[in-house]
């Protein structure tokens, strides 16, 4: 069984594009996961597209499924 996850995420209202970084035109999501065992997990998304406003729409949709409780991380 997996340990439960607790998402830390830090923002800034004058950077619409935290936790986001273009490689070489995709758009990536990184983040971290603390777990209950003290250790935490860094995690890289593919947003699979290559336009900011879609990136950020996915991220916001990737990072909300993640709040809710009975949420778990699946290998991309």
Known sequence: MNPPLQLSLRTRADNPDHH?????????????????????RRVRRSLRTDCSAKARSRRDTLLGRLMTPSSTLTPA
């Not at 986001?20 to 935490?40: D, E, S, V």
């Open 20 to 40: 986001l970084w273009n490689n070489h035109g995709t758009w990536w999501c990184h983040f971290t996961l603390h777990l209950a065992n003290g250790t935490k």
